[in-house]
């Protein structure tokens, strides 16, 4: 994506002789845009677990990286081994990081010690690569939908999305999966607006998505987590796009916290609800998501606390709840394959099904 008038991913191998690579550092947007350097697999833990880097794709990516900084310092057995186990842990929902640790682990695994730092650079650059091209292939897939629900409404009618968290480029390598068919939109010049969920605590919704819009001149109206039913109650919603960090081989969705309860209203009001996602988000070993999806628990700090600019320019955290109250910060919820319109992927569009996931993806 653009960010002025330079052509960036959101993660890329620097020219240094560590072989360290770039990221950006989202937890200082949408106020200071920053880059920093990862060089060791302990940084690239560190940054997926304190979501310097963050969302399912973009996880995995950095952890491939991760695990050619391992081997650059210990191409043995053992020390893939480790990697991949503390990799791994950073955080427990999006099945990307272990799709990713696996691929890094089977092109890497099978050759001898002196051969596997190479490889496993190799292997990183091209599983970010093929995230490009997945989102892309989702975009366009998704820009169909699109433009078919557009035709059904009265000439000249805006498209109204609304969407939760971030799943924009940010969270990939770029594109993004449910706003790679906003951006397509926008630049085929559809009358696209989005509705944009704040996604407390974190605010991945205000902070990145709205970011990512704005940059693009995309139109977009920020709303309270709690405005998504009011709006779809008032025909104000013509269809829901989020994105997934974990999709079960029967359909059901596991994506940022607060998504259950927009696919719930959107059911109640006729809205169509879609999900986007690349297939290395399915979990084929996995049904039932409600049972078998391990769900996120981050630090009680992130509701009771806020961060953001203040009128002078400076920035500070405030405290928003009575000290000694205490707070459950869930980071996912699971919404159920019935209430997903259909799944959006980079083979095409599916029935969030067993039958609709094994039609497309022949397994
Ligand atoms: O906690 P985060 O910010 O990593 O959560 C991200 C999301 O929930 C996204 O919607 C999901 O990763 C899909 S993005 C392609």
Redesign the pocket.
């Known amino acids: 994506m653009n960010y002025q008038g330079k052509r960036w991913r959101t993660i890329w191998r620097n020219d240094d002789a560590k072989g360290s690579i770039g990221v950006i550092d989202q937890r200082l947007l949408p106020h200071e845009f920053k880059t920093l350097t990862l060089s060791t697999m302990e940084e690239c833990a560190e940054a997926i677990r304190h ?1 310097t880097v ?4 973009l ?1 995995g990516a950095t952890a491939a990286y991760g695990i050619c900084f391992a081997l650059r310092d210990d191409p043995s057995d053992a020390a893939l081994a480790s990697a991949y186990q503390i990799l791994h842990k950073t ?1 427990p929902t ?1 099945i990307n990081l272990k799709w990713a640790l696996d691929k890094m682990q089977a092109a890497v695994a099978p050759l001898p010690p002196a051969k596997r730092l190479e490889a496993a650079y190799a292997r990183a650059a091209e599983l970010c690569d093929e995230d490009v091209a997945v989102n892309e292939a989702i975009g366009r897939n998704g820009l169909s939908i699109f433009r078919e629900i557009l035709e059904k409404k009265p000439a000249g009618s805006k498209l109204n999305v609304l969407t ?4 924009g480029w940010l ?2 390598v770029d594109w ?3 706003l790679a068919p906003i951006f397509m939109a926008h630049d085929a010049g559809l009358p696209v607006h989005v509705w944009v969920d704040e996604t407390r605590p ?1 605010n ?1 919704g205000a902070s990145l998505t709205a970011w990512e819009l704005n940059q693009h001149g995309v139109p977009h109206t920020v709303v309270v987590d709690n405005a998504g039913g009011h709006l779809m109650q008032h025909g104000l919603v013509d269809l829901c796009i ?4 974990r999709t079960t081989a029967h359909g059901d969705v596991c ?2 916290i607060g998504t259950y309860l927009k696919a719930l209203a959107a059911r109640d009001n006729g809205v169509p609800f879609y999900v986007a996602l690349p297939s290395s988000t399915i979990d084929w070993t996995i049904n039932d998501g409600l049972k078998e999806i391990p769900i996120e628990e981050r630090s009680a700090s992130e509701v009771t606390h806020l961060r953001g600019k203040m009128a002078d320019g400076t920035f500070a955290e405030i405290q928003v709840t009575p000290d000694g109250s205490p707070a459950s910060n869930y ?2 919820d699971v919404t159920p394959a019935r209430l997903v319109t259909a799944l959006v992927t980079e083979k095409g569009t599916c029935a969030a099904s067993e039958a609709g996931l094994k039609k497309l993806f022949g397994r």
């Open positions: 979501m963050r969302g399912a794709p996880i955080r999006a939760h968290c971030n799943a969270a990939c993004g999966t449910a974190r991945q989020v994105g997934t960090d994506n940022k980071g996912f």
